[in-house]
């Protein structure tokens, strides 16, 4: 399909266990965005990257989160010694324009992996 | 603080009729604000956009209004389907800045 896709879609980890987590944006888009969204929450920016620059890392929680794209197309969002408060679904988007654009800039989401912290 | 509030957290209609939404925002300075779709299990789906300059804007059997002045927004859904349940998302764009997300409202469509 033409949309973006995110893999694995459920991860179960043990408290402690690194895991990593796959985006794939739709071929050609300049920007990608991570969020995560906890239950019954509105998804909460993570980090931002344009191309393979990762330009705003703001978002994330803490220093054993930590987001690569080091071709300027496929993300991982890599968590180590996951804690049971990083249980949440983890969204990837992406944009075909720059961030800074002054045109409305559209985003699309993927299907988000559902990350279960035991 | 740069904050979205959406009104009411859930929501519980008949099929047929309609519904509106609400949406209350700080952030600034503001870009543009958008109505996402989000059924369970599935990332956001846009509705509308909407920048400073736009009042209502329509797309199929939803209107999204926006007052800028008074920083607020609403959806509304006429003629409601069943698949109509989802988390309705109010987003609002920061200039030159990234999005902030509500909490959304959650409706139920029942038959």
């Known amino acids: 399909g033409a949309g973006v896709s995110q893999s694995p879609r459920y991860k179960v980890a043990k408290r402690g266990q690194d895991v990593a987590l796959r985006c794939d944006p739709i071929s050609g888009h300049v920007s990608l965005f991570w969020y995560q969204q906890a239950l019954g929450q509105g998804p909460e920016f993570l980090t931002y990257?344009?191309?393979?620059?990762?330009?705003?890392k703001s978002g994330l929680p803490s220093d054993r989160f930590f987001a690569e794209r080091p071709e300027g197309s496929v993300s991982t969002l890599k968590i180590q010694r996951t804690q049971q408060e990083d249980s949440a679904v983890y969204l990837c988007?992406?944009?075909?324009?720059?961030?800074?654009?002054?045109?409305?800039?559209?985003?699309?989401f993927g299907p988000g992996t559902r990350l279960t912290v035991l | 603080k740069n904050q979205v509030e959406q009104s009411p957290q859930s929501l519980i209609i008949l099929e047929g009729k309609n519904c509106t939404l609400q949406?209350?925002?700080?952030?600034?300075?503001?870009?543009?604000l958008r109505w996402y779709k989000q059924d369970t299990g599935r990332g956001p789906v846009s509705l509308t956009i909407m920048t400073f300059s736009e009042n209502t804007k329509s797309n199929r059997r939803y209107t999204a209004t926006l007052d800028a002045d008074t920083k607020q927004s609403s959806l509304h859904i006429t003629a409601s389907q069943l698949s109509d349940s989802a988390s309705y998302i109010c987003?609002?764009?920061?200039?030159?800045?990234?999005?902030?997300f509500g909490r959304g409202t959650q409706l139920t469509v029942w038959p």
């Open positions: 990257f344009q191309n393979e620059a990762q330009l705003d």
């Open positions: 988007a992406s944009s075909l324009r720059l961030f800074e654009d002054l045109v409305v800039n559209e985003q699309f």
């Open positions: 949406c209350n925002y700080t952030v600034s300075p503001f870009s543009n």
């Open positions: 987003v609002v764009n920061r200039y030159l800045g990234r999005l902030y």
